[in-house]
């Protein structure tokens, strides 16, 4: 309607937006945007409508329950439960997975003999699956019987051996959920600060020996950390995301327990479980969403991630 | 009052809707269905098993499943989280026709499965009663009990002399047997990772029940807290096995000398003597809890259902019938040539030489003195809700009153959907 | 490249000056380096070492470093094995990461090119559906979309496990930056040729890009195969297993079989440990490109 109005002006042969690249448009983007609706926006929408409904073994129930299902929710210890695990875990795995990325990456960059190699030996594992890595972590690195590895170790230094994930008393279970995790993306990460290591450029680290700054620390908190903003902020924001979807680690480590479970198994249990109750576990699906994207919104506030789409 | 009535009309054009949406998935699932089965008596049948440890069941299923001339019948495996699979198998379009399972009330009032007493009828008599009470539901038998397991302490009898300790009667002699049967290399007991198995043989042994006569709590008294604690205290020491990488149902921890004790089923019977010999004696789980308490065995298993859904309810049965009533050599051989398990038929356990010396005669015996059946008015959400309980005041730390009211709320909860 | 900055570092830095301690320090890099490298490299050790062991090799009493008798015929076991079906898995799961792979590069790269460089008035809105989706992870909303898709009867099927997935407005956002920065010149000399946006997007715009397309595939390769959540969700029927689903599988199953187990995790990895030695430069770009901008 307004398009007249709106043209930019003087843009020289940039072709205008009009009627005669609608077809072009919809021809591009019209597949995708369709496939986005059906299985991305109506499930949603079925979902709301769902969470108003007593919904067990059925997705086209006829008992509207209003809001019960949302109060059921929000009252349930375990759900709530749920919410901190996550929060625990996420301040677990982001700082250290950024901390021993940036690390090996620092250790490769620096080096010239071997690098390929030991790059290669940290970026291996991002092949692996959880599922596998949860495997070997449960079935041998931590093992609770005397032939695990870890218990093994133990055993040369006369030290008991420790049922990692059987209780949450001591908590052991999160350090092996913790390094499944840093096994798998800290090379993935890496990469991405090897990029960026390569990108600052040489003159800045020769200015500051110029200047008189030391290597080491000095060059790294003033030169170094800042020239990766870019890539800092990014990779937190990855991992955030990444620790959202926690699900096949903790599902295929912690079977049946209480602690250690993260919204999405808690999601998993009560939709796909012995319930199948769809009107709660859309009602704790659209509670999980809405959190994830305020919780999206404010960090783009404060890492000013916002302003992206304008580029 | 316009406003209710508007609001059913919204209500009415919505399921109108989502009625279209789900017409248009069964369209599109006819077409899916094409590719599969079509075989020489045009009919087909899916029938689910969960997936048993001892080698060579999977075959013997397939091969019954084969020798059925009716219809094709196509036998699913399924290792692993069998109740989240059936239940999400039975809600979808696509799910089994025949299956196995426990007998369970919420099945029978959410209408997923049929009464089966047409294709009883006279071979009722022929079942061990408790096989067919535990399957009446509202006065239908719904299922056809396949097999009986009873599950109890198996012990090394070697250790225990060793030890100088006699096989535990009461909970507090158990927990002091497993502390001194621990050394650096063995553990004194198993009981499984998630401690769901001995849940229920837990509370009976206290002398309560699960639910009283008129389907209300009857799990939570004081007797049974104590107990918790108690377990709690043996949770927390030195003397149980912990983290082992098989469950209570695979007698490999006891069998790679783990443990001196494990809690298992009559299934591992025939595994657990080849590892041991005669080393082995089988104990039910000691009374806990005072004058009133009593020994308890759980007397688990697994029977034939047939889903509401199957799209030829009475070909469904008509397989059931053939394989779990008429075909007395198949449920001999389902019974004894794999693992052990006890027949639920009369018949067929009269010639069960099997199961009549040694270990396996004991258990019999354990199974008709001590043993407890399933309640179908239990349910599996149920099941899970102590489960928790387990975890909560057992594996952790938690103060086992406030475990068990906080189950009490969410099985009231659970008890008024299904009674009303 | 990466030599010319060193040599310059090297340049600037004072040869001589370092010395001794230079030498020093790079010893406790490579030391460093070394103790990392070992642990990373531990669980590929385990997986090796258990998956051609016997069971009773792994759970002896005492640690067996590698066996002696090295078991190969476990693999003809795990193949054998009735109760999960380990080569139809493979089957599945080739087939879905390659479908999974087509699919997400067609569409998601067409409705990145048209949302950068087809000038369109609700172009705007549009980016604004797609940016919407990224601010809720695909597995958040698993629940939502199983109910769709069992209501479409596509539990069990290959297009369950395939279709939903394809919209991933994540990578439809990577794709749009990515041509945002194409140049401009390239294309107008194909209009100028005649060609309307269609053909100048497949004569000359991916053409030109088929680096950044290699590594967003190999990337999205990855993480089809790698998928768990959605599989398992959907794979309610043993037929329709992924590689995933079936190790999954073997962590409840009734009997453990250790050997068994490895060789299954062994067999599930190989085929991307190889793509990894392979493609690594495509993949290292890809990671860096794609990761940064995200």
């Given amino acids: 309607m307004a398009t007249p109005l709106r043209r930019p002006a003087g843009r020289g042969r940039r072709p205008v937006p009009g009627r005669g690249h609608a077809l072009a448009f919809w021809l591009f983007t019209g597949p995708f945007l369709a496939g986005l609706l059906v299985f991305v926006y109506l499930p949603i929408g079925w979902s709301l409508w769902l969470s108003l409904f007593e919904a067990r073994s059925t997705v086209t129930p006829t008992e509207f329950v209003g809001l019960g299902n949302y109060l059921t929710m929000l009252s349930d210890g375990d759900f709530v439960r749920s919410l901190g695990t996550f929060t625990v875990f996420a301040l677990f795995a982001v700082p250290l997975t950024f901390a021993l990325s940036l690390a090996l990456a620092l250790l490769v960059h620096r080096i010239r003999f071997l690098r390929a190699f030991f790059r290669s030996a940290f970026f291996l594992p991002t092949a692996c699956s959880y599922v596998a890595a949860s495997l070997v972590w449960k079935m041998s690195v931590f093992n609770g019987v005397r032939f695990g590895l870890a218990n093994t170790v133990l055993g040369w230094l006369g030290l008991d051996s420790v049922a990692w994930l059987a209780s949450p008393d001591p908590p052991w279970y999160w350090l092996v959920i913790v390094t499944v995790r840093l096994w798998l993306q800290s090379g993935f990460y890496m990469i991405l600060f090897l990029a960026a290591l390569q990108n600052i450029p040489r003159v800045l680290y020769e200015a500051a020996a110029i200047d008189g700054a030391r290597p080491g620390w000095q060059t790294f908190r003033h030169i170094t950390l800042p020239q990766l903003r870019t890539t800092s902020t990014a990779v937190i924001l990855l991992l955030l995301i990444a620790a959202y979807q926690a699900f096949d680690e903790f599902y295929n480590l912690l079977d049946k327990a209480t602690w250690g479970r993260p919204p999405l198994v808690y999601l998993y249990n009560l939709a796909l479980g012995e319930n199948q109750d769809y009107g709660l576990g859309s009602a704790g699906a659209l509670l999980l969403a809405l959190l994830i994207c305020l919780v999206t919104l404010l960090q783009g506030r404060f890492l000013g991630f916002g302003r992206e789409s304008d580029t | ?420 | 490249m990466s030599r010319v900055s060193h040599m310059s570092a090297a340049a600037g830095g004072g040869r001589a000056a370092r010395g001794a301690r230079g030498t020093l320090g790079s010893a406790g890099l490579y030391a460093a380096l070394l103790v990392a490298t070992v642990l990373f490299l531990v669980p590929f050790y385990l997986i090796a070492r258990n998956a051609l062991s016997t069971d009773a090799d792994i759970t002896g009493e005492t640690w067996t470093f590698f066996p002696t008798d090295l078991q190969w015929g476990n693999v003809r076991e795990l193949f054998a094995d009735p109760a999960v079906p380990f080569a139809r898995a493979l089957w599945n799961s080739l087939v879905v990461g390659v479908l999974h792979t087509a699919g997400t590069l067609l569409l998601c790269s067409t409705a990145g090119y048209g949302l950068a460089r087809i000038p369109y008035r609700h172009a705007q809105k549009v980016f604004y559906l797609v940016l919407g989706t990224l601010m809720v992870p695909a597995a958040v909303t698993f629940v939502p979309t199983f109910v769709l898709v069992s209501s479409l009867g596509w539990v069990s099927s290959l297009r369950g496990l395939v279709i939903p997935g394809l919209f991933s407005g994540f990578t439809a956002f990577l794709f749009r930056q990515y041509f945002l920065g194409f140049p401009r010149e390239l294309e107008e000399a194909a209009r100028v040729d005649g060609l309307n946006h269609w053909g100048a997007y497949w004569r000359v715009v991916v053409p030109n890009s088929l680096n950044f397309f290699a590594a967003i595939a190999v990337i999205t390769f990855i993480g089809g195969w790698n998928a768990f959540l959605w599989p398992l969700v959907i794979g309610q029927d043993q037929e329709s297993w992924t590689v995933q689903v079936a190790l999954s599988s073997y962590l409840t199953a009734q009997t453990v079989n250790l050997h068994l187990i490895f060789m299954a995790a062994a067999i599930s990895i190989l085929p991307l440990i190889l793509v990894f030695l392979v493609l690594q430069r495509w993949l290292v770009q890809g990671v860096a490109q794609t990761g940064i901008k995200g």
């Fill in chain 2, 1 to 420: 009052m316009p406003a209710i009535s508007s609001r059913e009309w919204d209500r009415r054009d919505l399921l109108r809707a989502a009625g279209g949406i789900a017409a248009l998935g069964a369209l599109s699932a006819c077409g899916s269905n094409t590719g599969r089965g079509g075989g020489g008596s045009g009919r087909s049948l899916k029938q689910m098993y969960h997936a048993y440890g001892e080698p060579g069941t999977q075959q013997a299923a397939q091969k019954f499943a084969k020798a059925y001339r009716d219809a094709d019948v196509s036998v699913q495996w399924i290792p692993g989280e069998y109740e989240k699979k059936l239940f999400t198998a039975l809600l979808s379009s696509d799910g089994p026709d025949v299956f196995e399972f426990h007998p369970q009330i919420h099945m029978a009032h959410e209408r997923q499965i049929v009464p089966l007493d047409d294709i009883l009828e006279d071979a009722k008599d022929d079942f061990n009663e408790a096989d067919i009470t535990s399957h009446t539901i509202d006065g239908k038998v719904y299922g056809v009990r396949m097999i009986d397991d009873p599950q109890f302490l198996y012990y090394r009898k070697s250790l225990l002399d060793k030890a100088g300790i006699e096989p535990p009667d009461t909970l507090d002699a158990l927990i002091e047997a497993a502390e001194k049967l621990t050394t650096d290399k063995v553990k004194g007991l198993y009981l499984g990772q998630t401690l769901q198995p001995i849940q229920s043989p837990l509370i009976w042994s206290t002398g309560a029940e699960l639910l009283t006569p008129d389907n209300e709590i009857a799990y939570h008294t004081d007797e049974v807290a104590e107990a918790l604690r108690k377990l709690r205290r043996l949770y927390a020491g030195k003397a149980l096995l912990k983290g082992a990488p098989t469950e209570h149902w695979d007698p490999a921890s006891f069998n790679q000398g783990l443990c001196a004790m494990q809690w298992c089923g009559m299934w591992a019977m025939p595994q657990i003597l080849e590892a041991h010999g005669d080393d082995v004696g089988i104990i039910p789980w000691p009374s806990s809890g005072g004058p009133q308490g009593r020994p308890a065995v759980y007397n688990g298993g697994w029977s034939a259902f047939v889903s509401a859904k199957a799209k030829d309810v009475d070909a469904a049965k008509a397989f059931v019938k053939w394989l779990w009533i008429d075909q007395k050599e198949f449920q001999r051989e389902w019974c004894l040539d794999y693992g052990f398990h006890i027949p639920p038929r009369k018949s067929v356990a009269a010639g069960a030489e099997e199961l009549k010396s040694g270990l396996a005669a004991e258990g019999v015996e354990l199974f008709n003195s001590a043993g407890i059946f399933d309640n179908p008015s239990w349910t599996q959400s149920m099941i899970t809700t102590l489960t928790d309980v387990m975890a909560n005041a057992v594996r952790d730390d938690a103060d086992p009153e406030a475990e068990l009211d906080k189950a009490d709320r969410k099985i009231r909860r659970e008890l008024d959907k299904i009674f009303g």
